[in-house]
């Protein structure tokens, strides 16, 4: 069975950080590409972030500079860490894993981050 499991979500102050930990089980996980995505409330998901099978990252224009994807081939576990927080940032973020040109990704049950002051 695959699972995704997000932790590290919360609430936070403007200007704050968190880390955002993505474990994985099932896949063999250096294979895969893995994202980050979040959702707002009546909005759509959207890529934040994500990082190839061989470490290449790629950032959404709003969190480029303030984010950083990592991965820990050795855990299984993706990262984003978070600084410099904005109120526009509150979401729930989603975990994502995938293999390039094959339908069908993975996803989390996600956490949520709140940024509020």
């Known amino acids: 069975q695959v699972q995704l499991v997000e932790s590290g979500g919360g609430l936070v102050q403007p200007g704050g950080s968190l880390r955002l930990s993505c474990t994985t089980s099932?896949?063999?996980?250096?294979?895969?590409?893995m994202g980050w995505y979040r959702q707002a409330p009546g909005k759509q998901r959207e890529l934040v972030a994500d990082?190839?099978?061989?470490?290449?990252?790629n950032y959404a224009d709003s969190v480029k500079g303030r984010f950083t994807i990592s991965r820990d081939n050795a855990k299984n576990t993706v990262y984003l860490q978070m600084n410099s927080l904005k109120v526009e940032d509150t979401a729930v973020y989603y975990c994502?894993?995938?293999?390039?040109?094959?339908?069908?990704?993975?996803w989390g049950q996600g956490t949520q981050v709140t940024v509020s002051s």
């Open positions: 994502n894993a995938g293999i390039r040109r094959v339908p069908g990704t993975y």
């Open positions: 099932g896949i063999i996980f250096s294979f895969y590409g």
């Open positions: 990082i190839t099978s061989s470490g290449s990252p």
